[in-house]
């Protein structure tokens, strides 16, 4: 396994995948999602982190959305499964289908 040289932001993988940075916030904050092993907090100031991911993981909810999107119920249902924040969901569901 190859050493971890860099990770990048959840809101420049959000810029990155053209995705919603809070659907990917949501996604990435529950355990059970990913291989949490690639996602780490990175501290920028006195108490404040923010989430960043390697390429796994970035490789990890590409494949894991565009698996989801293979139909309109399939992308509602990950949706509800996945993400759990009616607010996100509700936004997220009103956006085109890719």
Known sequence: M???????????????????MELLE????????LSYVNIDSVHIGREDYITALTDDVIDEIRDML???RVSVEAWHS?????????????????????
């Open 2 to 20: 190859a050493a971890t040289t860099y990770v990048c932001s959840v809101g420049h993988v959000a810029t990155l995948l053209g995705e919603d």
């Open 26 to 33: 949501a996604i990435v904050s529950n355990d059970d999602n």
């Open 66 to 68: 565009l698996s989801a």
């Open 78 to 98: 990950f949706l509800e499964d996945f993400v759990g924040e009616p607010d996100i969901i509700a936004r997220v569901k009103d956006q085109p289908l890719r």
